[in-house]
């Protein structure tokens, strides 16, 4: 007789990338850095997740230059060693199937992943994962739900391979002009 291990609660931190500068004379759109105002928002975001305690085992996050940046402002600020971010280039311009690969991919020995990347794949994955009915209670008056700079934590109660539609619950979704309040 085997005896099956129950799967424990994993949870998820999105981060969509800070805002980015537009007027910067980067060469491409994957070096585009993060604008003063993203600079301070990802710095008060990380903040806020010390305060709350949010510290992921992993953090995975794109390479593109505003992503890259917001990671390292926020890992700064939760106390999670640089040279244990894992850099992925799929990230950047991915669908959401590539994000959902990369998270059911983990380790069951890892109970919480940071992943840092763009829409519209982070917004696609959060809906998928948590459901369209987080619209009616999240979505901001201009009708936008996952905003750049923000920080969705999400848990759910099962493998990471077995990370399903519409079976994770949004714990929590913290947004930078929220925080200035």
Same mark, same amino acid.
């Given at each position: 007789?085997?005896?099956?291990?129950?799967?424990?609660?994993?949870?998820?931190?999105?981060?969509?990338?800070?805002?980015?500068?537009?007027?910067?004379?980067?060469?491409?759109?994957?070096?585009?850095p993060?604008s003063?105002?993203?600079?301070?928002n990802?710095?008060?975001?990380?903040?806020?997740?010390?305060?709350?305690?949010?510290?992921?085992?992993?953090?995975?996050s794109?390479?593109?230059?505003?992503?890259?940046?917001?990671?390292?402002?926020?890992?700064?600020?939760?106390?999670?060693? $640089? @040279?244990?971010?894992?850099? #992925?280039?799929?990230?950047?311009?991915?669908y959401? +199937?590539? %994000? =959902?690969?990369?998270?059911?991919?983990?380790?069951e020995?890892?109970?919480?992943?940071?992943?840092?990347?763009?829409?519209p794949?982070?917004?696609?994955?959060?809906?998928?994962?948590?459901?369209?009915?987080i619209?009616?209670?999240h979505?901001?008056?201009?009708?936008?739900?996952?905003?750049?700079?923000?920080?969705?934590?999400?848990? $759910? @109660?099962d493998?990471?391979? #077995?990370?399903?539609m519409?079976?994770?619950?949004? +714990?929590? %979704? =913290?947004?930078?002009?929220?925080?200035?309040r």
């Amino acid at each position: 007789m085997s005896l099956k291990i129950s799967p424990t609660k994993k949870t998820i931190y999105l981060a969509r990338h800070a805002k980015s500068s537009w007027t910067s004379n980067a060469p491409n759109d994957f070096e585009r850095p993060l604008s003063e105002r993203g600079l301070l928002n990802a710095r008060s975001m990380g903040l806020e997740l010390a305060r709350l305690n949010w510290k992921p085992d992993t953090v995975i996050s794109s390479s593109a230059l505003r992503a890259n940046q917001t990671s390292l402002i926020l890992c700064k600020n939760i106390g999670f060693a $640089f @040279d244990h971010i894992v850099w #992925n280039k799929e990230i950047y311009g991915a669908y959401m +199937v590539t %994000l =959902l690969h990369i998270l059911s991919s983990q380790s069951e020995t890892i109970s919480s992943t940071m992943l840092v990347g763009h829409n519209p794949a982070m917004e696609d994955l959060l809906l998928h994962l948590c459901g369209e009915g987080i619209w009616k209670h999240h979505a901001q008056e201009n009708g936008k739900l996952f905003t750049t700079g923000n920080i969705a934590k999400i848990s $759910f @109660d099962d493998s990471w391979e #077995n990370l399903a539609m519409h079976e994770s619950e949004l +714990v929590q %979704l =913290l947004r930078p002009k929220e925080l200035q309040r």
